[in-house]
């Protein structure tokens, strides 16, 4: 069978030789739909496999406002400037429609977008959140064997993203402004939950004052939680990403955490547990995708729902019936 | 083909008529595992339809301790006094090894036992909370069908068993304590967000005026929450079971619900919202568990798990490659 140029073994050996045209390429293949494209994608993460694993990933959230990117020029600037190699990926469900809301437009990370020891991905764009986070989830390998020892993921405030960037991740970094009290509230504490640090940025100037009570608070909100599987406290810290502050310490308290729960074993623990997460997760989207976009079941189900609705067969019933039709 | 006496016609009939013991009868018929038994319980379910969905259906949960047995008590005695045909139901999905935890014990419910305006029914007991919720969602309609226009599911505070509960009812009652200042964190927030209504129980004696305290808090906390679909405000209000203070007020705040529900169409709307949710809900559990649970599939399961973990293969590798058996 022929094969398109460049072959599996041209990329994986030049990935792993840390070559970013080639990565690029193969991340592009991850990102296809098309079928011959997935099949050599899928041949170039086996290969790298044995290469992966070695990072530390880092996932990064925060709403609209907080400053993620400049947050994100300004650690990995820190970082690279340590002798470390950066990756920056994205999970965005709303790519889709908007071809990369974050990340698509590298100019709001001018500097590290130069810097080569950095490498920024924007987010796949795909139909459901299973599919966006499957292609960042497989980029991360293909970045491991290129060489990126330091993986940071960004996602928006919006929606199951954050979970799914949870689900991939080391270390979950929450991005947070001061004096936005209400945040504390509804949806966001399940956020907060996830979280292993919260970053109050934009604390400089006026908001100083502010941010340090926000620290207070957010500390005491944490003490809510009950404690962390990994033992890790989650830790709260201030900063300006615009002014360089405090970023130092954030990478100290990742450092502090990878320590921590690599003495423990929890950080294998865990992407153990995070890959059989995603493997059980993508076989049950699957099962349900492809029972409810079958044609027959589509007409049978609306049939069936109307049958509900006029009190002639109850729910249960018509699941019997139309799982029926399938076997 | 030849069925057991006594036969769906004569069940049905009878049920149709409010007689208890055919009803008990269907239950069973439901309850039971042997395939003859679900068949004919199907047939029965159908037969019962067109007179079934005349009832206000109530949730009712609250942790151990909380005076479950005996608010039901006081409230049924309450509506059969007012000639209404009361059935209590229960979701325990922990019935399956405790034979019954809850209402299992007909003697903490000695007055209501004996109303003969009065059905009470243990919890099913099941493998799977989806198979428990399941029976008790059938028996409603059984319950229906024989006349009782006033049905009470009671559950327990553990687990999901309340979000199945809140999938069946009109109405979702929570039963409180004063003095539990720590029951307003965390994961009891997501059971307070489903309330119609908070009632605070045990208001008596000295604790009258921890009740009321307790009476303010929950309001400010139900403000938290974003307006509901149904344009219904929860209610908090105060009540003794023991002491039957307080129970009057509770269903006349489940009448005033009842009404504004009706006239701007909730009520069906939301009804006809869990049927749906039960049909897609029956659906996927069923996929899944036929699925996982073949021998084959649970085998190379059990190798792709060791293959991930060895860095030999990736989650979604194994998932296309396990799904791949099934096709």
Redesign the interface.
């Known amino acids: 069978k022929r094969r398109a140029k460049p072959s599996v073994e041209d990329l994986v050996s030049q990935i792993l030789k840390g070559d970013i045209t080639a990565l690029s390429r193969a991340i592009t293949l991850v990102e296809s739909k098309n079928a011959s494209h997935v099949e050599k994608a ?1 041949a170039i ?2 290969s790298c ?2 290469n ?2 070695n990072s530390v990933r880092i996932g990064i959230t925060g709403v609209p406002g907080v400053g993620k990117s400049t947050f994100i020029e300004s650690f990995g600037k820190y970082l690279t400037a340590q002798g470390k190699k950066v990756a920056v990926l994205a999970i965005d469900p709303s790519s889709s429609l908007t071809k990369g809301s974050i990340l698509g437009d590298k100019t709001r990370m001018e500097d590290l977008v130069k810097d080569k020891n950095a490498f920024i991905r924007p987010s796949p764009s795909g139909d459901s959140l299973g599919g966006v986070a ?1 292609k960042t ?2 980029t991360i ?1 293909l970045c491991e064997a290129a060489g990126f020892d330091t993986i940071i993921i960004e996602t928006v405030g919006v929606g199951q993203s954050e979970t799914a960037v949870h689900s991939m991740v080391d270390f979950f970094l929450l991005l947070k402004l001061a004096g936005a009290g209400d945040e504390l ?2 949806i966001k ?1 399940g956020i907060i939950e996830m979280a292993d640090a919260i970053a109050i940025n934009k604390a400089d100037g006026e908001n100083t004052k502010s941010a340090k009570i926000a620290k207070v608070e957010f500390n005491r909100a944490l003490h ?3 404690k962390k599987e990994s033992s890790w406290t989650p830790k709260v810290t201030l900063c300006s990403a615009l002014h360089n502050e405090g970023i130092d310490n954030i990478w100290n308290i990742i450092q502090d955490y990878v320590k921590i729960t690599s003495e423990n074993n929890y950080l294998q623990f865990k992407r ?1 547990e995070q ?5 059980i997760q ?3 989207e ?3 995708s492809s ?1 409810f976009n079958n044609a027959e079941i589509k007409a049978a189900l609306e049939k ?2 109307q049958l ?2 006029d ?10 019936y ?2 029926g039709l399938r076997s």
């Open positions: 899928n993460i086996k496999l044995p992966a694993n499957r989830r497989e390998t509230q509804g504490r809510l939680y009950p153990n890959n059989k997460f995603w493997l993508t076989i049950e699957q099962l349900k029972f069936q729902l509900i609705e009190n002639k067969t109850t729910p249960f019933a018509a699941a019997d139309l799982l």
